[in-house]
């Protein structure tokens, strides 16, 4: 019978964990993408609030856009957010017409 020391155990969670970590992105980007058989309806107008001069340089506008719920599009209003870091701008989401529907192409920062 072998001896398990705690740098060979440490060792092991380690090495399963960093499996786990890269394989859950590449599932994860299978399940994103959902088509939808109904184009979306145009983007609603929305007025953006004004924002307070010292919230300006550490937030940004994400404009609203439609999701799709299973049964229909449903609206999602635009708001304020936090950057991640300094500098960061808001890639808005879009829908992007696939040769088996919809697809709604999440935001993000860049």
């Known amino acids: 019978m072998k001896h398990f020391t705690r740098r060979r155990l440490f060792g092991g969670i380690l090495t399963g964990a960093g499996a786990a970590i890269v394989t859950v992105p590449a599932t994860a980007r299978l399940q994103d993408e959902v088509y939808v058989p109904v184009a979306p309806p145009p983007p609603r107008t929305e007025a953006i609030p004004v924002l307070r001069a010292e919230r300006v340089e550490v937030e940004r506008w994400q ?48």
């Open 63 to 110: 404009p609203g856009y439609w999701h799709w719920n299973g049964y229909e599009h449903l609206w999602t209003e635009g708001r304020h957010v936090a950057r991640p870091r300094q500098r960061a701008e808001w890639i808005s989401g879009r829908w992007d017409e696939r040769p088996r529907g919809w697809v709604f192409v999440e935001g993000h920062w860049n």
